[in-house]
């Protein structure tokens, strides 16, 4: 070690403090900078997982590729490994609660398929043979048929046919939904082309491929290689062994060598690799980005700022040094060494602190990423060599940044400048002149300090940056943490109840109704509104709707008249007392079929055009007045009816104070809404039916729902728990908090180390 390096690490242990000073900010910049740089990896490998979980493990589908050429790509380069497997065809599920999925959906797997596309073996085991299958739990629970295991199962195997007047006949996937046929017999049919039986040898769960429309369940046989034919096809699916944008490419080339163009890939999956699909790599790279930018600057500042310092104290120093025949290179190089020394031992305690703290606060965050994101996987910490590399070089990066500018101003420190310190310390009477209203407001030691700073002008100057700098940071920061809280605030819903049922399967009114009663007399149901609902269009006078409403509604009508949507609902007995008493309104006039009336609840929410959200009411009307009607059927509005306006309320039957769109609601009996049924054309009614509820136990709740189910007619349902979804929004509120306010813990411990620094 060279003479002028021993003096600088002499001069290093002179000033411990504001050496230990510096290597502690360089920590905190190299902590947060691999921070970031791990959580960007450890978060597109959870997604990675979560999306493998989902659609298997593999990159390309080669579909319906000939017997002979399966060779050519289970041996190609860039396979790692290739899954052979076959779609066999429809079966009808005889006696399926779902008439929206009426078929069992046979497909042949090999001993890789089953590992490929993560089948979940609830009971018995996985086929050996192909008169063996495994069948999907779902097809108990949502068809609503059941099967043990050692079942045998006679199939009449066949495909999907799209057929109609006019239409040409075409195969239909299992991605197309169920299309019922209609009385010109336009629809699908299934042709059979075999039959076969079956032997059930295990229970799997749903696999996560299936789409929820799809209209048949998915059963899994066993494909055997050595039993296809010449003539045969087979689907493969192919995981790479280098994942990027050259084997999507390769990819492409080997299906157009072998001679097919039956090609397909998991865009779930690959689109966390940043091959295809969205933008959501250079998104996230972006984000990372502005943040490892911001972390530079806070740092930047206060290395800087150090060897600003540094230089300035080590003034008569280095003036000595260049009194001796030091050369600018070497005095120059005497920062810099500073500048490694403490780098050298700052970066590695902040690669190691910031992974471990990364570490620490996924598992702290997990149950918040399991409950709110609903993810299959859990959250990990995945460092690799690419993700240290990109902290160390952007350490070094910043380290440099802040001592290059100090160690060229100290490369041209003449031998007379560091003795005199002109440059730094001014003591003209005009340079320390301060105003008499400072010792008269702050007293004597303010205008001492003042004086001390007007001295030495540079220090200043590099004072009131750093302050700057550091306050600017942390109000970015913490105002960034704010908006997103606000954000995810915004989601939460605000609906006034707790859970809302709705029976998606087709069943008769009555099933329908005797389910919703059932549900409303339950244990943790408090209140429960059950509701129908009907799509209407009234005529009014314009002068009676508001002119922000006009333009949303009409906006080229000039006349006197508006048209406007409206719904009319209709509710249970026992809320319909209740919603009568709050509104001061006769039952028995609100049953009165001969001469129909209803209460109206016409508040709605209106967004106008300085993107502000105003409540307005949509109707200028008032009690005693009369409604025309035209009722939807068959799609159009046709059918005419006239009701009178019993009362204006201040909220819905269930107690909402706004409605999200711009149409009112009307609240009528059942016997109302019955007869205006009655007036539609058989067949043409669209009505939607629905259950309300506040619950004191909405998750409890949800569960008994689902328990009841499976002991009705009752196949589909769509239940939205409101609670729930409200709590894993709030879940997600906080994980964003704990990052962002852990963020702005770090740079407002930047920005202390700087000012403690700094005075």
Partial sequence: MNIINTLTLRHLKLNKQRTIVTIIGIILSVSMITAVATFVSSFLNMMQRNAIENTGNWHVLYMDV?????????????????????????????????????YLFIKAYDEQSMETFNLDLVEGHFPKNSNEIVISSHIAENGGVKYEIGDKIKLDIGQRYRVGAGEEEHSLVQETSFIEQDEDNSGEKLIIESSKEYTVTGIISRPGFEPYWAPGYTVI?????????????????????????????????????????????????????????????????????????????????????????????????????????????????????????????????????????????????????????????????????????????????TIFISAYIPA?????????????????????????????????????????????????????????????????????????????????????????????VFVTSSATAQEKKDFYNAIAKMDDVDQAVIQQTMEAVTTVDSGLI??????VRQPNNQGQNTEANILINSIDDEALNRYAKETGTDVARLKDTRNPCGILFNTVSLKTADNKYTRMNSFSIGAGEKMSFMLKAYGSYDYNMELEVAAIADKTPIGETTLTDTRAMLIVSEE??????????????????????????????VENIKEYQKHTSIANLHIYDVAASNKKNEQFNTLISVFFYGFVALIAAICVANIFNTI
């Avoid at 001679?259 to 998991?266: E, T």
């Avoid at 508001?546 to 333009?551: A, F, G, I, N, R």
């Fill in 221 to 397: 046989s066993y494909f055997d290689k050595n039993e296809l034919a010449p003539a045969d096809t087979v689907n493969i699916s192919v995981t790479w062994n280098k994942v990027n944008k050259q084997a999507n490419e390769h990819a492409n080339a080997l299906a157009e060598n072998i001679g097919f163009s039956g090609v397909s890939y998991n865009q779930e999956l690959l689109r966390f690799y940043g091959i295809m699909g969205d933008n959501l790599l250079l998104t996230l790279y972006s984000l990372a980005a502005v943040v490892i930018f911001l972390i530079i600057i806070g740092s930047v500042a206060l290395i800087y700022n150090s060897f600003a310092i540094s230089i300035s104290e080590r003034g008569r120093h280095l003036g000595m040094l260049a009194s001796a025949g030091a050369t600018k290179k070497q005095k120059r190089n005497s920062v810099l060494f500073e500048g490694f020394i403490v780098g050298i031992i700052g970066i590695p305690l902040g690669i190691l602190f910031g992974t471990l703290g990364m570490g620490l606060t996924f598992i702290f965050v997990q149950p918040l990423i399991q409950n709110s994101l609903n993810l299959g996987v859990q959250l990990t910490l995945v460092t690799s060599v690419a993700t240290i590399l990109a902290a160390v070089l952007l350490s070094i990066l």
């Fill in 66 to 102: 000939q017997s002979q050429n399966i060779n050519a790509v289970m041996n190609d380069a860039n396979t790692a490994s290739a899954a052979l497997s076959k779609d066999i065809g429809y079966a009808v599920l005889e006696g399926s609660k779902n008439e929206d999925k009426p």
């Fill in 408 to 500: 060229k101003r100290a490369s041209k420190i003449s031998p007379i400048e560091a003795i005199r310190q002109t440059k730094d310390v001014k003591l003209t009477a005009r340079n320390v002149k301060t105003s008499k209203l400072t010792r008269l407001i702050f007293g004597f030691e303010a205008e001492l300090g003042l004086k001390n700073l007007k001295r030495n002008n540079r220090r200043y100057k590099i004072t009131v940056f750093s302050l700057v700098l550091s306050i600017v940071l942390f109000l970015s920061v913490s105002s960034l943490s704010l908006l997103s809280q606000k954000s995810a605030e915004l989601v939460l819903s605000s609906a006034p109840y707790d859970v809302s």
């Fill in 546 to 551: 508001p002119s922000e409403l006009k333009e």
């Fill in 672 to 701: 109302v809404y019955a007869g205006m049924q009655a007036s539609l054309p058989e067949g043409s009614d669209d009505t939607n039916v629905r259950v309300l509820i506040k619950s004191s136990d909405p998750a409890s709740l």
